[in-house]
């Protein structure tokens, strides 16, 4: 049941605008296979510290979730298994949604390399796949998903839906200084919060309209990437605004050359780990 508000935060408007300025793929059109080196960066990065940001993730919920260790869980857009290999070893069984065969392909691959048998992937689209057909389970998460989301309160309802008893979200805050530094390089113009506030913000304001009483946690993570990861990564940004062909490529590789002397990249992120007992 939700609670009858008379006054309420435009989430909905506000969600629109943002998501408008984020939406699509990014242009970036200096290599062929930018998207696939993308993906597999994003595999090798995860695994970082033994899984730090899935393990850390996993700890707060054993630690705050009853009965943690028997739980089916349903995880929604897994990635290449950034929090399903660590909850997969920490819980009864993991059943994954991911809509790319390209992270579905590397979830496979670090199962395999771990060992772990008791996740079902699903291969589809969150946004049409047919919820009538699972059983309710112990825990709905997500995990770094709502920027893919375009209906927020209608994720939170499929998410609810599908638990009998708890859903979390699990969400990075905050973006790394360099890449707002590049922005305002590259686009020659100030920048002026375009990747913020996160989505953890949104998730909370729509939850506690709702009666929800949520928990949060954070906790720090640390991201090591070298010069050619972190050009892709800073990339991925700048390409939702302008176009990264060869001449915008070799700006932000020799800022980025600029800002570290050995070549490597460390940022420390914060992480937002929420969760919620669902109404029965
Ligand atoms: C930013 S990644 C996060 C991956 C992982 N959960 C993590 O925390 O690193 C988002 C993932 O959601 C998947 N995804 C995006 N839209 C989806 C949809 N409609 N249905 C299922 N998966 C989706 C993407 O393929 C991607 O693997």
Redesign the pocket.
């Known amino acids: 049941m939700k609670r009858m508000l008379k006054y309420r935060i435009n989430i909905k408007d506000t969600w629109k605008k943002i998501k408008s300025e984020r939406k699509g793929k990014p242009k970036v059109t200096y290599d062929n296979e930018f998207f696939k080196k993308l993906s597999d960066d994003?595999s090798n990065r995860?695994k970082q510290r033994n899984y730090e940001?899935?393990r850390k993730s996993v700890e707060i919920l054993k630690e705050n979730l009853e009965g943690f260790d028997n739980f089916n869980v349903l995880?929604?857009?897994?990635?290449?298994?950034?929090?399903?290999i660590p909850l997969a070893k920490n819980v009864k069984k993991v059943v994954g949604?991911?809509?790319?065969k390209?992270?579905i392909e590397h979830l496979k691959e670090n199962l395999k390399e771990n060992n772990i048998k008791n996740v079902e992937i699903i291969n589809?689209?969150?946004?049409s796949?047919d919820i009538g057909r699972f059983d309710k389970f112990d825990l709905v998460v997500?995990?770094?998903?709502f920027?893919?989301?375009d209906d927020l309160e209608k994720h939170l309802e499929k998410m609810e839906y599908l638990s009998k008893k708890y859903c979390s979200i699990?969400q990075p805050c905050g973006r790394d200084n360099i890449v707002k530094e590049i922005y305002e390089k590259i686009l020659d113009k100030p920048y002026m919060g375009e990747f913020e506030p996160d989505a953890d913000y949104f998730a909370y304001v729509i939850l506690r309209e709702w009666g929800r009483l949520v928990e949060v946690r954070y906790f720090d993570y640390t991201i090591e990437r070298n010069l050619e990861e972190e050009i892709r990564y800073v990339a991925s940004f700048i390409g939702r605004f302008k176009e990264v062909d060869e001449k915008v490529k070799e700006k932000i590789k020799n800022y980025l050359i600029e800002k570290s002397e050995d070549g490597k990249f460390i940022v420390n992120n914060k992480v937002a780990v929420m969760w919620w007992e669902c109404e029965r």
């Open positions: 994003f995860i940001y899935g995880e929604v857009g897994t990635g290449p298994g950034t929090l399903t949604v991911d809509i790319s390209m992270n589809e689209d969150w946004d796949i997500c995990s770094h998903f920027w893919m989301v699990i």
